[in-house]
């Protein structure tokens, strides 16, 4: 018994020690930034208190709007990227021509990295030389053009589109590889039973995709609340930080304005959300998947 446990701590031991350094602790000095404050140059921190805290949620209103943005941003992205990465999972499930070579295309955005993936929408949303402008043009619709990125009211948005475009087949591979799991046995007989196709996934495939909806979903949501790349790529958190999100405003706290103890702060509110968001549901969906076992 000894010899098993010593075992498991000499292979545990290096991959815990690599990750409680990289990991582990820069997570707790982050929070103990928080109750400081320091300009990241001066040897000497000032022990404040919780009194980042207290500036963050009474006097900084680019706060507040970053924090409505990062809710609105998760809202969607739990919704639109998976949802849209499930319908073409269950297309490219079925047995088409050109099935691998559509899904590598799907994947493709995702392994590129979200400053280029910036770049690139930045330039198609360019109002006087980008695509989509040049498109509407070309098709008489001048009334449709817009400044994507400089209206207040639709640059969060054009923004999430380019997200949604890149993370969409993150989505899609994992649904596929649950799709795998789903019983074709099962399917055939739903089918011979007379139950159409809306009918088969109500009932056969969804419940089967249980488990890969839930890891989905934890996914997105973490993904969307450290959303950062592409915003900053894009928009910078402008126009007039109307598309300023936390992990964003954290960021420019430190590194920008020089004050890592708001910044830490902000970074310490932001996994607390994060936290209150992904721990219910990880509770319920487990309590969800026992009671239907």
Request: glycine residues 6%; proline residues 4%.
């Amino acid at each position: 018994m000894q010899s098993s446990r010593a075992q498991a701590l000499m292979l545990i031991g290096p991959a815990f020690a690599v990750y409680a350094t990289f990991a582990i602790w820069p997570m707790i000095e982050v929070v103990i930034l928080s109750f400081q404050h320091w300009n990241g140059l001066d040897p000497q921190r000032e022990w404040v208190g919780i009194e980042n805290y207290r500036y963050i949620l009474t006097s900084d209103t680019v706060f507040w709007v970053a924090l409505r943005n990062t809710i609105t941003w998760t809202f969607l992205a739990v919704i639109f990227p998976p949802t849209i990465g499930l319908l073409l999972a269950l297309g490219l499930n079925e047995k088409l021509f050109g099935r691998v070579p559509m899904r590598a295309i799907y994947y493709l955005p995702v392994i590129i990295a979200p400053i280029a993936v910036a770049t690139m929408w930045r330039w198609m949303y360019d109002p006087f030389f980008g695509l989509f402008n040049q498109v509407l043009t070309n098709f008489g619709l001048q009334a449709w053009i817009k400044d994507w990125l400089g209206d207040r009211e639709i640059a969060l948005y054009s923004m999430f589109i380019a997200y949604t475009w890149q993370y969409v087949g993150f989505s899609m591979v994992l649904f596929l590889a649950g799709l795998q799991s789903v019983d074709r046995s099962l399917v055939e007989a739903a089918r011979i039973d007379g139950a159409n196709r809306w009918q088969v996934f109500k009932h056969v495939t969804l419940p089967a995709l249980r488990v890969t909806l839930a890891i989905v979903l934890v996914l997105s949501t973490i993904s969307s609340l450290k959303a950062f790349d592409i915003v900053y790529g894009m928009t910078g958190g402008g126009p007039a930080q109307s598309t300023q999100m936390l992990a964003l405003w954290a960021f420019m706290q430190s590194m920008q304005i020089f004050d890592f103890g708001r910044g830490s702060a902000i970074s310490v509110i932001l996994l607390l959300v994060t936290l209150t968001i992904v721990v219910p549901y990880l509770r319920w969906s487990q309590r969800d998947e026992g009671a239907a076992e």
